[in-house]
């Protein structure tokens, strides 16, 4: 896998959350370790862009979280190079 930014991976993680999601799903959906999947979230509950369900475990994006998403998803289609 090539080498992914900060942004890329919080963006794959929201991503694999848009519909709920448990960390392990995160995990695989982002290609992540445990460890670091427990960093990101953490930063992501911190700013609220994403909530957890008491009791399932359950991930999901707030509105601040869908909003980045939809932001970071149009500014990578209008900078990518031949679908890249």
Do not use: P
């Not at 932001?71 to 990578?76: A, F, K, P, R």
Request: glycine share 8%.
């Amino acid at each position: 896998m090539k080498y992914r930014s900060r942004t890329d991976i919080i963006a794959m993680m929201l991503r694999a959350a848009s519909n709920g999601a448990t960390k392990t799903r995160i995990m695989y959906g982002a290609y992540l370790s445990y460890a670091q999947v427990k960093e990101y979230l953490s930063f992501l509950l911190e700013r609220n862009l994403i909530t957890c369900e008491e009791g399932n475990g359950i991930y999901r994006l707030t509105e601040d979280g869908m909003r980045l998403l939809r932001t970071y998803e149009g500014i990578s289609d209008m900078i990518s190079i031949n679908g890249d």
